[in-house]
């Protein structure tokens, strides 16, 4: 699997937490990818979990595209499929406004490797 992420942490006014670094993050994001069982929408709770587990945010939300090669072993064609999943935790699960401007900033950006 190959993967791409959007990834946003919340945090309440006056709280500051320090971000795993980016190499850590691009790192857990690989071995969750590479395990036997894993497709991406355990790849994006499990980059959840880590990230959740050292910053403690109060909302935390992740858009992730990834690619299979299991597809391609199975003889799919086209090398443009992939699926998106998302993950959304406290204040971006509760918070509509806060959700749709997430939302809205990865729809500008892109995913495209």
């Known amino acids: 699997m190959t993967a791409s992420a959007f990834i946003s942490r919340f945090h309440a006014e006056g709280v500051t937490a320090p971000m795993p670094a980016s190499g850590r993050i691009r790192r857990r994001l690989k071995e969750a990818g590479k395990r036997f069982h894993a497709n991406d929408s355990i790849a994006a ?34 090398d443009e499929s992939a699926m998106i999943n998302s993950v959304m935790r406290g204040a971006f699960l509760e918070d509509t406004s806060l959700r749709r401007e997430f939302l809205g900033l990865t729809r500008r950006g892109t995913l495209q490797r």
């Open 45 to 78: 709770f499990l980059l959840a979990d880590e990230i959740e587990y050292r910053v403690h945010p109060d909302g935390l939300a992740i858009v992730m595209e990834a690619d299979h090669f299991c597809t391609r072993w199975r003889g799919v064609k086209d």
